[in-house]
C-alpha cells in the first residue's frame, strides 16, 4: 500500500484494502494501515470514498486511534466538497474534543489547523482550552498554530493574547501574528508591531 501511495497511484491503495475487507474474515487492520488509506483518500480527492472509509472506521471503532484521527482530520482539511467538509469537520472535531483520550502535540497542531480550516471559533476556544488542561509541553509549533487558528476565526484579541504571554518570541510567532492582523484587515496593528518589535 506504501508503495502504491509514493508511486501516486492512491486509487490502487483503496482497491487494494477494499479487497482485504471483503475477502479477509475477522480483518482488523493496523491504525497505521488506515493512516496510509486516509491519506490515498485525499489523494483521490473522491468524496464518495473518503465517506465509505470514514463508515468502516466508526463501524469498527478504529477511529479512537491517534494515527487514523489525524489522518482523518487532515483528509476532511483537503476534501474537494468545502460545504460537506465543514460538516464532516465539525462533526469528527466535536467528538475528539469531547473525548478523554490522551492528545500528542501533532493531534493539537493538526486539530488547530482544522478550527482555522473551519473558521470555527467555538471549537477552536474548546481545544485550546483542553490544551492548556493538558501536560503538553508547548512548542513554537503548537503556539504559532495557537495563534494561526484564531487569526484564521477572525478573533485577533486571542491571538494576540497567545503572542504576548509567551516568553520567547519566534520568528514564526511574529509572522504568525502579523498574519492574523492581515487577514483580518488590521493594517495599522501590522505597523505597531513592526515598530514595537524594532525598537
Known amino acids: ?41 485525499s489523494k483521490s480527492g473522491n468524496p464518495k470514498e473518503e465517506r465509505q472509509c470514514h463508515g468502516y472506521v466508526l463501524k469498527t471503532r478504529l477511529v ?13 482539511a483537503k ?21 478523554y483520550i490522551e492528545w500528542d ?12 480550516c473551519l473558521k470555527n471559533l467555538k471549537l477552536a476556544l474548546q481545544a ?3 490544551m492548556l488542561k493538558s501536560r503538553i509541553e508547548c512548542d513554537v509549533y503548537i503556539n504559532g498554530a ?7 476565526c477572525g478573533n485577533t484579541f486571542f491571538a494576540r493574547k497567545v503572542f504576548n504571554g509567551l516568553q520567547s518570541q519566534h520568528v514564526v510567532l511574529w509572522t504568525g501574528i502579523m498574519s ?15 515598530f514595537a518589535n524594532a525598537s
Not at 89 to 97: A, E, F, H, P, T
Not at 180 to 194: P, S
Open 79 to 99: 476534501y474537494s466538497d468545502v460545504h460537506e467538509a465543514f460538516k464532516e469537520g465539525i462533526k469528527v472535531l466535536s467528538r475528539m474534543v469531547g473525548e
Open 180 to 194: 492574523a492582523y492581515f487577514q483580518n484587515k488590521h493594517f495599522e496593528e501590522i505597523v505597531n508591531l513592526f
Open 146 to 152: 495557537i495563534i494561526s487558528m484564531y487569526g484564521k
Open 1 to 41: 500500500m506504501t508503495g502504491y501511495l509514493h508511486g501516486g497511484f492512491p486509487l490502487q491503495v483503496l482497491k487494494l484494502f477494499k479487497t482485504m475487507v471483503v475477502l479477509v474474515d475477522n480483518l482488523r487492520p493496523y491504525e497505521y494501515t488506515l493512516a496510509i488509506v486516509f491519506s490515498s483518500c
Open 64 to 76: 479512537f486511534h491517534l494515527y487514523v484521527k489525524n489522518a482523518l482530520i487532515y483528509m476532511y
Open 128 to 130: 485550546h482550552r483542553r
Open 105 to 116: 502535540n501533532v493531534t493539537y497542531v493538526t486539530v488547530f489547523g482544522l478550527c482555522a
